[in-house]
């Protein structure tokens, strides 16, 4: 796919998940452009999506696939009952995106 806008981001579907049960999301995928990607999540009692719930990490653009890692535990809003994700994959438009897999471990 390719980036769009000033803030491009894909919504997950919605799910059902233990937030204690998951240190970390890894998503594996390659980026053209861009710095930094982050994770937003929603919970059942903070249905919104908002700053308060959300982890940046660093990216490398060059295209070439690797495993980003968000450390989502050390966050203090990671509790509970999780009900969404929403992945901004880069922090420009115009890049290149491939995204092989999202897994919680």
């Known amino acids: 796919m390719t980036s769009l806008g000033a803030d491009p981001y894909l919504g997950g579907p919605p799910l059902i998940a233990d937030a204690a049960r998951y240190r970390e999301i890894v998503v594996r995928m390659a980026v053209s452009a861009g710095t930094g990607a982050q994770l937003y ?46 992945l901004d994959p880069t922090n420009v438009s115009g890049a290149q995106i491939r995204i092989e897999s999202i897994l919680g471990r």
């Open 41 to 86: 999540w929603t919970t059942k009692d903070s249905p919104a999506t908002a700053e308060d719930k959300v982890v940046n990490i660093a990216i490398v653009g060059d295209g070439q696939m690797r495993d980003y890692a968000f450390p989502v535990a050390t966050h203090p809003n990671w509790k509970g009952t999780i009900t969404r994700i929403r």
